[in-house]
């Protein structure tokens, strides 16, 4: 083994594929200290050296050991979901359908850092996560989250990097030396800041397959404790198998479910198919009603349950071999006074418990862990949904709605539940909630984030004039929700089918933090306002929104007092003016509403006493707050 490590790169390459092949738990990915440097860290495939004693040892090596599961970035993970970031999200009007009515959100951007943006205003208030995100097959593009990197370092290792829209997206190969590293790091952070905004009755469904299952588990058992683990759900995705496969004919994919809290989720149950309720009869015409037998005997043994059984025929009964009643003989006699015990139609039948389709202790029936594709759709169903609805086949692999609809109601959604998916594609999980609120006539919310991936130039998405993924979402919700309201009249009128769009974009402020070298003319001119230029009042209104904790979705409206634009959110919560040189009456007006919260820009004010005044105001409106009114008025 020294001699390997001693070898040329080349013939060490060679090594680690052969003892690959005999010791496949051996290899793993590590630094590679001869092409990186201080700047640039470059890995590599390699052998676990110590692990590779011990396999050729007959005796336990020394060495530290403990029950972990870690990769090639882990720290650093986990260090990117706790670092701050100055960013925003700029409302886009233009694009969106009902903006001021409607309560979902379409957020285009690295999920990421929107996830980052959204912890305080929807901390603990997601009902249900649904993501799909990338399997890590080798053939599909997964985040490089090093927001250090430049451009040009982006260019070299991936290739598609996008200074206008961002893309932070590479394809993963199995050449790679952080093959697996690399995605366990990309949904490990993200799973970190998805956990923060669940519920505590709240729940999180993950697509996924055969290539990261394994690891996903292991992350997500870390992430939201593996007391929370709820199923592994296997989704039939094929009706039909592939004769052309190598080896098997791969006819499923996985759903890791795993509640926030389990002790507070209730799993919603499935609607009773008229196949389980013919298992129920009445053939003694029981006026309770229909009902089903349930064996009277079990496997474990309880000397109490141990008694012979007199059936209305005379015959005496005696447990099965090894077996006991269910019932003590107390229990017993109580059942069979109410007439709940059974002995067939001849009463010489060994008796049962007879249990009443009334008295069901659920609503529904239990799901289970396999999903068939009779039921929930399969993978040629979501496609075929998403080309009649878009005239064109322009997403590849989109999950049918049946399935998102079946998480839906597992979720146990209430009437007013916010539904999250930050890998949101083609927005199956908008187009799913909109149907299921059309059905149970509910007012549940979505929040979708999607990177703008550019589409394919040679594919039939850029062809039919979507030129990113963003657009063909955006434009399936339109359509979705069209089709709903038409085929829905009768709760078209209550139903919300609008989105309101924001983009991430970098912070509305201007960098301010310059040494006095760094100040020129021009430097003095331009912080007059600390605020960037292209930022119109919306920005500024939106972007504190997410600063104070507030959510994105309630109406807001704008007013005209002595020339001053003056806005107010949810009726109140915030009031804001953003115009230059406010009138102290107009001040005075705000305070009089007594806001939860108003906000001001620093140039709206002459001087400095003006800004001093400003507080004074609001304290002799607002006597009550006076202590806190620094907190609730803000100049920006």
């Known amino acids: 083994m020294d001699k390997l490590r001693m070898e040329s790169p080349d013939l060490t390459a060679r090594n680690i594929e052969r003892i690959g092949e005999l010791f496949p738990n051996c290899i793993t990915e590590a630094l590679d200290e001869e092409r990186s440097t201080a700047e640039k860290k470059v890995y590599k495939k390699a052998i676990n050296f110590e692990l590779l004693r011990q396999m050729l040892s007959d005796d336990v090596l020394d060495g530290d050991e403990a029950y972990e599961f870690t990769w090639v970035g882990k720290k650093a993970a986990i260090v990117e979901a706790n670092r701050p970031i100055r960013k925003t999200l700029r409302p886009c009007p233009e694009e969106s359908v009902d903006w001021d009515g409607t309560e979902n959100l379409y957020i285009e951007g690295d999920n990421l850092e929107v996830l980052k943006l959204l912890q305080e205003s ?29 451009s040009e370092e982006y260019q ?34 993200r799973l970190m800041l998805a956990r923060n905004l669940l519920r505590d009755d709240g729940v999180i469904f993950i697509s996924i397959d055969d290539h990261e ?59 009773r198919t008229q196949e389980a309720n013919a ?39 005696e447990p099965p071999a090894g077996r006991c009643w269910r019932l003590s003989k107390t229990a017993f006699l109580e059942r069979l006074q109410d007439n709940r015990i059974y002995f067939g139609e001849d009463g010489n039948s060994v008796p049962c418990i007879k249990r009443f389709l009334t008295e069901l202790k659920f609503d529904g029936m239990a799901p289970t862990s396999i999903m068939f594709y009779k039921d929930v759709g399969h993978s040629q169903e979501g496609a075929k949904e ?32 916010i539904v999250l998916d930050f890998f949101s594609g083609s927005a199956t999980v908008a187009h799913a909630l909109m149907l299921q609120n059309s059905i149970k006539d509910f007012k549940c919310k979505f929040i979708l984030i999607q990177i703008p991936e550019r589409a394919d130039e040679k594919g039939t998405a850029y062809k039919a004039g979507y030129k990113n993924i963003c657009e063909i979402g955006k434009e399936r919700i339109r359509r979705a929700g069209a089709k709903i309201k038409e085929e829905s009249p009768l709760t ?7 989105f309101r769009v924001f983009k991430l974009d970098d912070s509305n402020m ?23 230029d292209d930022r119109s009042d919306l920005d500024l209104l939106f972007g504190c929104l997410l600063d104070w904790g507030l959510p994105l979705s309630m109406p807001y409206s704008s007013e005209e ?76």
Not at 568 to 579: E, H, K, Q, R, S
Not at 604 to 622: C, Q, T, W
Request: glycine share 6%.
């Open 279 to 317: 298992r129920y009869q009445n053939p003694d015409n029981d006026p309770r009603g229909v009902w089903k037998p349930s064996d009277m005997s079990v496997k474990t043994y309880n000397a109490a349950c141990d008694y012979p059984i007199t059936a209305p025929s005379g015959r005496v009964i």
């Open 156 to 189: 070299e290792q991936s290739g598609v990097f996008d200074e206008e829209t961002g893309d932070r997206l590479f394809k993963n190969t199995d050449t790679n030396g952080r093959f697996h590293s690399d995605w366990c790091s990309m949904i490990y952070s």
């Open 492 to 498: 078209a009128a209550s139903l919300d089918t609008g």
């Open 213 to 271: 299952q394994e690891n996903l588990k292991k992350c997500c058992d870390e992430v939201f404790g593996a007391q929370n683990f709820v199923a592994q759900l296997v989704w039939e995705r094929a009706y039909s198998p592939k004769n052309d496969a190598r080896f098997i004919s791969n006819s499923h994919d996985y759903v890791l479910m795993y509640a926030r809290n389990l002790d507070d989720f209730v799993i919603g149950r499935l609607p």
């Open 561 to 636: 007092i002595e020339g001053c634009t003056v806005h107010t959110y949810n009726g109140g919560d915030l009031v804001a003016c953003f115009d230059e040189d406010i009138p102290e009456s107009v001040i005075r007006e705000i305070a009089g509403r007594k806001p939860l919260r108003a906000l001001f820009r620093d140039s709206g004010f002459v001087d400095s006493p003006a800004k001093i005044n400003l507080f004074e105001i609001f304290k002799l409106y607002m006597p009550e707050n006076a202590d806190d009114i620094n907190k609730r008025v803000k100049v920006i």
């Open 386 to 417: 998403v080309t009649q609805l878009m005239d064109a086949g322009v997403f590849d692999g989109p999950k049918p709605i049946r399935l998102i609809q079946r998480f839906l109601t597992l979720a146990n959604l209430d009437e007013d539940s």
């Open 510 to 532: 201007k960098d301010v933090y310059y040494s006095p070298n760094d100040i020129d003319q021009q430097n003095l001119f331009d912080m007059v306002s600390n605020i960037k």
């Open 122 to 150: 929807y901390l603990g208030k997601v009902k249900m996560i649904y993501i799909d995100p990338p399997y890590n097959t080798g053939n599909d593009f997964i985040y490089r989250d090093n927001f250090a990197a430049d």
